[in-house]
C-alpha cells in the first residue's frame, strides 16, 4: 500500500490529463506566451508522472507475485525484491509531491560583488564567477555574462550572470543554487602581499529567480531613470565605440541593474529590464510573505568579513560551509566548478529542516 497522498497524486493526473489536452489543442500555439507556461508546466510534472507510472507498474507485479506464490515458489521468492521496489518508489514519489520551493524549476541572474579587501577581494569575486561558470559547463547550463567591471589587476569589481536550464522537470537551477546567496570568504597569500602573509577578504553573491516573461511583473516607466555609456574593460578603458551599455535605477527602490554584454542598446536595455524584473519579484514577495523575507535574510545585504556562509581557505585547501557544518579538503575540485557534494548537502540539509517543521 503507497505512503503517498491519495488526493496529493490525484491532483496531479488531473492537471497532466488538463495539460495534456490543452497542448493537443492548435490554438494554443497562437499565444506563444501561453504555450511556453504550458509546455514548461507539463516537463514539470514529467518526473512526477514517471515514478507514479512505475511505482503503479511495481504494485502490480507485487500483487501478481503474491497471488502466484501460493502456487509456485519461484514467485515468493521475487516477492522481497518486489517489495523494495515498491518502497523505493513509493519514497520517491512521496518526497516529489511534498510541498516545494514555487521557483524550484526557475532559471536565475547571479550578481557577485567584491566587498573588504581590495583588490584581492575583486580577485576572489572573479575566481567566484569562473566557479559558478565552470558549474554551469557541467550541467549542460547556459550562462551569459551581462555585465561586469573589472578592477585594475583584472578581479570583478561586480558581476551579473544569466544562468538558464534546459527547461525540464520540477528542478532547475534555482532549485540547485538557491543557497549560494550570502557572503563569501576567503584566506589566501594575495598576489599583492610580498611578504607571504595570509589575508580574509570576501565577496558576496545575491541570486534572483527569473520571471519567463518581464510582464509578469509590474514595472512604470515613469520610476525608471536610463542612462547609457560605453561598455568598459579593464582599469576602465572603452571597448566600445558606441553608448550600447545601459544602466537602470529603480526610482522608488534605489535598484541599480547594468547591461553591457548584448550588440546594441536596445537589447542591453530589454536584458537589464529582465533582471530588474527578477530583482522586483524577489522584493514584492518579500513584502507579501515573512517566510520569504525570512529565508531572503539569509542573502546578507552587506559583504562584511564577519557575515559569512562559506570560507575558502587556500593553505589547507579547505572549504566550508558555516551553515551546516559542512567541511571538504577538495577546495580546487570546487574552484574548478565541482560542487555537486556541497550543494548536495546543502539540498538535504533544508529537505531536513522542511521535514521537521511539518
Same mark, same amino acid.
Not at 594575495?190 to 607571504?196: F, I, L
Not at 589575508?199 to 570576501?202: G, L, R
Given at each position: 500500500m503507497s505512503t503517498s497522498d491519495p488526493s496529493a497524486i490525484d491532483d496531479i493526473l488531473a492537471e497532466h490529463a488538463g495539460l495534456q489536452s490543452q497542448m493537443s489543442d492548435p490554438s494554443l500555439h497562437n499565444d506563444p506566451?501561453?504555450?511556453?507556461?504550458?509546455?514548461?508546466?507539463?516537463?514539470?510534472?514529467?518526473?512526477i508522472m514517471a515514478t507514479y507510472t512505475k511505482l503503479q507498474a511495481a504494485q502490480d507485479d507485487l500483487e501478481a507475485a503474491r497471488e502466484l506464490a501460493a502456487d509456485d515458489s519461484a514467485f515468493a521468492a521475487e516477492i522481497p525484491e518486489l517489495e523494495e521496489t515498491v518502497a523505493t518508489l513509493d519514497e520517491a514519489l512521496t518526497d516529489l509531491l511534498s510541498p516545494r520551493d514555487p521557483h524550484d524549476a526557475d532559471d536565475v541572474v547571479l550578481e557577485i560583488k567584491s566587498g573588504a579587501g581590495g583588490e584581492e577581494s575583486a580577485l576572489f569575486a572573479s575566481d567566484l564567477a569562473r566557479m559558478y561558470l565552470k558549474y554551469c559547463e557541467r550541467q549542460g547550463w547556459k550562462a551569459q555574462t551581462l555585465g561586469l567591471t573589472e578592477?585594475?589587476?583584472g578581479g570583478y569589481k561586480d558581476a551579473t550572470i544569466s544562468i538558464k536550464s534546459k527547461g525540464e522537470g520540477l528542478d532547475g537551477v534555482w532549485a540547485r543554487l538557491k543557497f549560494e546567496g550570502g557572503v563569501h570568504r576567503v584566506q589566501r597569500v594575495?598576489?599583492?602581499?610580498?611578504?607571504?602573509r595570509i589575508?580574509?577578504?570576501?565577496a558576496g553573491v545575491l541570486i534572483f529567480p527569473e520571471p519567463d516573461e518581464v510582464e509578469q511583473v509590474q514595472i512604470d516607466e515613469n520610476d525608471l531613470r536610463v542612462d547609457v555609456y560605453r561598455s568598459s574593460g579593464k582599469g576602465g578603458q572603452g571597448v566600445n565605440t558606441t553608448d550600447s551599455a545601459v544602466r537602470l535605477t529603480h526610482l522608488p527602490t534605489g535598484i541599480v541593474v547594468t547591461c553591457q554584454n $548584448? %550588440?546594441?542598446?536596445?537589447q542591453n536595455k530589454a536584458r537589464a529590464m529582465q533582471v530588474l524584473a527578477a530583482r522586483l519579484q524577489v522584493v514584492a514577495e518579500e513584502a507579501a510573505n515573512a517566510e520569504a523575507s525570512q529565508g531572503r535574510a539569509?542573502?546578507?545585504?552587506?559583504?562584511?568579513?564577519? $557575515? %559569512?556562509?562559506?570560507?575558502?581557505?587556500y593553505p589547507e585547501n579547505r572549504v566550508t560551509d558555516h551553515r551546516i557544518g559542512y567541511k571538504a579538503q577538495n577546495l580546487d575540485a570546487v574552484l574548478a566548478g565541482d560542487?555537486?557534494?556541497l550543494l548536495d548537502a546543502l539540498s538535504a540539509a533544508d529537505r531536513q529542516?522542511?521535514?521537521e517543521a511539518e
Open positions: 506566451t501561453a504555450a511556453r507556461r504550458v509546455g514548461k508546466r507539463f516537463a514539470e510534472l514529467a518526473p578592477s585594475d589587476l594575495p598576489v599583492t602581499e610580498s611578504q607571504g589575508h580574509t577578504s570576501a $548584448e %550588440r546594441s542598446q536596445l539569509a542573502q546578507i545585504r552587506t559583504v562584511d568579513r564577519s $557575515e %559569512r556562509i562559506r570560507t575558502y581557505n560542487m555537486d557534494a529542516a522542511r521535514l
